[in-house]
């Protein structure tokens, strides 16, 4: 299934397609200040629709994830990185995504302050 993303403003926008069926609430100190729901998917799987200047990036910690989000509205629709096996990633915030039931996601706790 294709879904449509995006920041508060539209100024990032951005379309992502796959199974969406549960999401990652982690509890490192960045997804837990911002509220971050993630679902991972193969990068090649997110087509951005919008300028990728538009994208602002944060890195920390180990600087692996790169964090985007909009310099305008300050909203954080996904990060990249690779996986444990080498295999680019995108980590989209499922509350950036248009019509998406967040109660019907099966929700997985992860331990990111542990990382």
Not at 10 to 31: H, P, T
Not at 66 to 86: I, N, Q, R, S, V
């Amino acid at each position: 299934m294709k879904y449509r993303g995006s920041c508060h403003c539209g100024k990032i926008a951005f379309e992502v397609e796959g199974n969406l069926e549960q999401v990652m609430d982690c509890n490192c100190s960045l997804c837990s200040r911002r509220g971050y729901l993630l679902w991972f998917v193969p990068r090649d799987q997110l087509h951005l629709e919008t300028p990728e200047s538009d994208l602002s990036t944060y890195r920390f910690n180990r600087m692996h994830i790169a964090h985007y989000f909009c310099a305008t509205c300050g909203c954080g629709p996904f990060g990249e990185a690779l996986d444990p096996k080498g295999n680019a990633m995108a980590a989209v915030n499922v509350r950036c995504l248009e019509d998406v039931p967040l109660d019907g996601l099966k929700v997985v706790k992860v331990d990111g302050r542990s990382f």
